[in-house]
């Protein structure tokens, strides 16, 4: 698809996606969570195929500029557990922990094991999806839940988690507040241990913190800033952490020490956020910040703040934004102004394809790695080999969610060989330099549970608009 026709459609279906990238984060962070009842979900279970699957190795060790973050220890689940479980330390995650295909199928279930907590028995292992499998971004989710349905059959292939296999169950938070509560309540009576939450806005807030009330560990797609919840984990950066990533990018890789900068943000919490946390960051490394304008997402025209950025004498302009980016780029061009163009929040496939020649030379940070990367190279042919092979231009998050389930795999190992939900937040907090390949590295402690990630420079494009990696993941440039 291409051309006039390929835009108009991509801004509509992107209007919709940009709210649940993982750069999106809850609008009403500070919001109190619902009591409704349970609204009706669909729940499925997934299981794998016999078949074995060579698993995506470890990652790189680029961890420069790594910062090892302090605080006080945060409260404990007090859940009363029948079997204490382990935390012991495992290899690095180059090693053991991401290799989640490698091994025989188990002959049997290993002696001792019992059923130590809600969601465990001695062969399984429950795991709640909480996402928006119905709704405007159903498309979307079913297509990235696919990399977790891969990741499930590649373990289960591989002689599964201490012998017992995953099972996946479909919970749908329908991209509401109150879907999000509703979700929460159906993954604590629907026999699960933890739940992973791999996207949404309001929706995640309520079902996360939903979760963390009640006691049920969750892995989720990162917030704006570190919400402080007790059982649940995040494994992509933070907005706020990507501001300051992104200003040593500026200084360091674009050259911005001698160059002015500017900075136009979508005045929503993620995108003010990375601004938030970008201009002071980049003020203490030195740079001359000549403007900062906000813009209303879908606004019709950005001529009238760009001209002021313009006019300024900015030479580089971050963007902080998602589809807003496509607009923010044709104003800019129209009225002749080509300054070095960079940001975070846009750098996906599907905005690239949806604005084509708008984002040659464009360059940022994102996430997780891109396309043209080792690491899907291989995610894909785990695809393949489970029949769910699709082109790059269409993987639409599959890749970053067998991300996600890779990261479970490292936290279900260090919960120990009888898992309690205890276990699993200790298991999760001695977490230190994880690294798979797909999300940048991160660290995760008894006091920080979002922790430093590093982040991927990339830049537009590859010949089919697909984001093209410029190095391994890195906190600092």
């Not at 279970?45 to 074995?52: I, K, L, T, V």
């Not at 919490?269 to 740079?287: N, Q, R, T």
């Not at 993987?395 to 389930?405: Q, T």
Request: charged share 20%; aromatic share 8%; glycine share 12%.
């Amino acid at each position: 698809m291409t051309g006039i026709r390929a835009l108009s459609f991509a801004v509509v279906v992107l209007a919709l996606v940009s709210t649940a990238c993982s750069v999106s984060t809850p609008r009403h962070e500070a919001a109190s969570v619902r009591t409704s009842g349970v609204g009706a979900s669909a729940t499925s279970e997934a299981r794998g195929d016999p078949s074995g699957g060579d698993p995506l190795p470890g990652g790189s060790p680029h961890l420069a500029g790594y910062r090892q973050p302090g605080g006080p220890p945060r409260g404990q689940d007090p859940e009363p557990e029948t079997s204490p479980g382990s935390a012991t330390a495992t290899p690095s995650a180059a090693t053991a922990s991401t290799r989640v295909g490698e091994g025989t199928r188990a002959s049997g279930v290993p002696p001792g094991l019992t059923a130590s907590a809600p969601g465990v028995t001695k062969d399984s292992i429950t795991v709640s999806v909480i996402a928006g499998f119905s709704g405007p971004l159903a498309a979307m989710v079913t297509r990235a839940y696919d990399g977790l349905a891969t990741w499930q059959d590649d373990v289960n292939a591989a002689g599964a988690i201490s012998g017992r296999r995953i099972v996946l169950k479909k919970v749908d938070h329908k991209e509401t507040a109150d879907g999000g509560v509703a979700a929460c309540k159906e993954a604590l009576s629907n026999g699960s241990y933890f739940a992973l939450v791999p996207e949404g806005i309001d929706a995640t807030l309520t079902a996360v913190s939903c979760l963390d009330a009640a006691g049920m560990p969750t892995l989720y797609y990162s917030a704006t800033t570190d919400p402080k919840w007790r059982m649940a984990f995040a494994d992509i950066v933070t907005s706020a952490g990507g501001g300051t990533a992104m200003a040593s990018y500026v200084r360091t890789r674009l050259g911005g020490a001698t160059k002015k900068v500017g900075v136009i943000y979508v005045n929503q919490a993620s995108y003010k956020e990375m601004a938030d946390h970008f201009v002071p960051e980049a003020k203490k490394l030195g740079l001359n910040i000549a403007g900062v304008e906000s813009v209303e997402a879908n606004q019709a025209s950005f001529t009238a703040p760009l001209l002021r950025l313009k006019n300024a004498g900015v030479q580089i302009l971050v963007i902080s934004a998602t589809t807003d980016a496509i607009g923010i780029l044709r104003d800019a061009k129209s009225t002749g102004w080509t300054p070095q163009f960079t940001g975070w929040g846009f750098q996906f496939d599907f905005v690239t394809e949806a604005g084509r020649n708008l984002f040659d030379g464009v360059a940022g940070v994102r996430s997780y790695a891109t396309v043209d990367s080792a690491a899907f190279e291989k995610y894909s042919a785990r695809m393949r080999a489970r029949g769910r092979g699709r082109n790059r231009t269409d993987d639409l998050e599959g890749f970053n969610a067998y991300g996600h389930g890779l990261v479970a795999s490292e936290v279900l190992k260090r919960a120990g060989a009888n898992p309690t939900r205890q276990s699993f937040v200790t298991g999760a907090e001695s977490m230190q330099n994880y690294d798979n390949g797909v999300m940048g590295p991160f660290s995760w402690s008894p006091s920080d549970h979002v922790g430093v990630h590093g982040v991927f420079p990339t830049v537009c494009c590859n010949s089919d608009y697909t984001w093209k990696g410029q190095g391994p993941a890195r906190t600092t440039f």
